[in-house]
Each structure stands twice: as C-alpha cells, then as structure tokens.
C-alpha cells in the first residue's frame, strides 16, 4: 500500500523560510504534489513534480527526490496568511496513475 | 467559472438515514474523486471515477455508493448513515495528462446523529 509521512506541526516567523518535508512508501509512482488548505476550505493545488529536481512557483518550491522516496515545500519570505495546513499527495500506479493518496498534513502557523 | 461544485454543503442525518452528496464539475475532467476528512487524518479517499459509467474503490469505501452517469456529475451515496460517517466531504476532479493537479469542490459538512 501507500504511506507519507509529513510533520503535524511547524512554526515559524513572518519573513522567514520553512520547509516541510514529505517522505512515501509507494509500490509505483507517478508523481507527488503538494496542496494549501486554509481552516475549513478546500484544499488549493501548490505544485506538482513528477521528475526529480525543484520546481519554483513564486514564493513557493518543491523539490523530489524519487530515489529517497523523499520531497520538500520550500516557503520563502513566510507572510501571515500562509499560516494554513500543508498536505503531500502521492499519485501512483495503483489505478494507472489516477489515485492520490494526501499524507495527514501539517500545520503551519507563522507568528510576528 | 462555477469548477466544482457539491450540494448540500450541510446536512444533519439520524442514524440509518440515507441520502445521496452531489458533485458537478464544469471543466470536461475525466477524473472525478470523493474524499472525506477528519481531524487529524488528513484526506482519504473512498471512492473515484476514470470517466463516464466507470467508479473504482479508494482506501475507505465501506458505507459508500458512488455513480457517475454523466461524465459532469459524480453522486456519492450514503445507504445507511451511521455516526462514524460524520466528516467533511470534498469531490475533487483532475485534467487530462500527467497531473497531480485536483481542483476541489468547497465540501459538505454531514453529522450523522
């Protein structure tokens, strides 16, 4: 089957950097994605790598590494309203690629 | 630009209840999913949908049905509500090719009693 593993929790302050970190257990895999989910709304899509490497969206980058299993959300110049909670997902071969397994997520609260 | 859309976004059921969640997506997706979320347990995945008449089992489809008869819609089932089916539901769709983009709908809140 398939596992992630992210912290529940992160804290940092306004202005800095963080990263939150993801490894998996898949048997294939496709690609791994990354989605922002503010208190009680739908999760919104950050970025997706199927490839190994960082792929930078503004403030934002994820890196993967498929041979470590293993891949990171960058957050730059951290702002009060990121402070939200950070889901990884797997796509994976079970299902032919169509599957997304979310990890359970960590919380970001940045402070003043 | 309506994306995904589900109905009721709230709904208090008693126990052995039954009642259908709606999705619609205005995007021509071919990939419809239904997860729900509970505190602490991130999303899981309870059933999904390869395209038009087609519906395949997710990590925790126990006391679901799902149909999709029309490539739009996607309808999760609920035959006989019981408590451990309170949670907040999310429909999700993706496009075509290699993506792991999902544009979600703004969930359903259910309280089964």
């Known amino acids: 089957g398939q596992s992630l593993e992210q912290p529940s929790e992160v804290t940092a302050v306004e202005g800095a950097i963080v990263q939150i970190n993801c490894t998996y257990q898949t048997s294939g895999f496709y690609g791994l994605s990354w989605y922002q989910q503010h208190d009680g709304g739908a999760p919104t899509f950050l970025s997706y790598n199927a490839l190994d490497g960082l792929e930078e969206t503004g403030r934002f980058s994820s890196f993967l590494s498929r041979s470590d299993s293993y891949g990171y959300l960058l957050l730059q110049e951290l702002q009060m309203k990121d402070s939200a909670s950070y889901f990884c997902a797997v796509r994976d071969a079970l299902g032919g690629g169509n599957k997304l397994t979310f990890g359970t997520g960590t919380q970001l609260k940045v402070e003043l | 630009n309506a994306g995904v859309t589900q109905t009721p976004k709230f709904r208090v059921l008693k126990t052995g209840q039954s009642m259908t969640l709606l999705c619609a997506q205005d995007?021509?997706?071919?990939?419809m999913y239904w997860y729900r979320q509970d505190p602490g347990m991130g999303l899981r995945l309870i059933h999904y949908s390869v395209g038009e008449g087609t519906t395949a089992k997710g990590e925790v489809p126990d006391g679901y049905n799902v149909s999709r008869l029309k490539k739009q819609n996607f309808l999760l089932g609920l035959e006989s509500a019981a408590p451990s089916q309170t949670s907040v539901y999310f429909c999700a769709s993706r496009g075509p090719g290699d993506t792991g983009e999902l544009f979600f709908g703004e969930g359903s809140r259910l309280t089964v009693l």
């Open positions: 995007m021509n997706h071919e990939y």
